[in-house]
């Protein structure tokens, strides 16, 4: 599918790449690295995103600009590449317009569920994150196009998206692939987590105490729910965005399987959803609306935060109550999960947090 898609790209003059909303370091990571290999190739490219870049991921766009949606710019296109994500609703103004424009669309995503209007989909559930999908179109092409830039990109792309490397969407050859980033682009790592983990703010920090301090456990503690206000993010001066990685916090507890992030967001409740077991919060999610991978997910319902919570229990008991072999067999996420032996359920110590979505 790589090969028929480098194929593929190498027939178009001006390709579009596009990443969907509210875009993370894989996300921006993959549409640089994408971008630079089309423009090492005599391709031409452009790149954009409906938002604006947080900027622990704006620093990533040095080596090629992701620009915000622009009608004149976006026309020039003659074919689209939707990346990180697998249907036009997750693109904003970017995908509508390429919806709509009747050009070749092709997708290079790891998420469950495709869509099918994709003339070419590079769809991989099992892979690491979508950058390590691009790195394969490097590695099928010319690993030679590989610098300091793309390097930089792709790894800033797999390590956010596997946690820094601890998820079990972690391999052999995720780990390969690093190695080749580092060899050929004489990457620094500890850089790189720099540009991406230290640059929060104070406030932040006391945002994240205040998240800490709403823990509750529920379900013989196995479910933890992480619940923030509007006014937790005022006084601490923070947005959503400052959120990053803090529903992960409760799966450090003993015997927690699961753990829920609620937030309000602009008069709603925005639902973020991690599993460290068998536990499939892609199914849970779904029943709320949204949907994710097995072990990360995310959903909106309409609140209050308490009624948000009764909601997300109500659900996630149900779920807990079914059966976990015969869940997993009807769920088409392919995603390898060592838990999957519903003998380990007792033990989910061992296991580890699932990708960010
Ligand atoms: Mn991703």
Redesign the pocket.
Known sequence: MIQTLIKKLKTHQKIAVISHVRP?C??IGSQVALCLWLKKNGIGAMAFNEDELHPSVAWIQKGFAVERPDTGRLAKADAFVYL?GNSHERFGRPGEFARDSGLPLYMID?HPDPAGYFEIAVSEVSAS??AELVFRIFEESDLDLIDREVAEALYAGMMT?TGSFRYDSVSAYTHRAIAELIDRGGIVPEAIHANIFDGKKPGQLILLGKCLDSIQLHARNMIATISVTDSMLKSTDSTYDDLEGVVNYPLTIAGVRASVLMCEVDGRVKLSLRSKSVFNVNLWARTLNGGGHAKAAGAWHDGPLEKTLEKVLETGMQQMNAKPDKDQATEPDTYTDPDSDPDSDTNPDTSRPG?TV
């Open positions: 993370d894989d996300a990180d790891h994150s979508t998206d990708p």
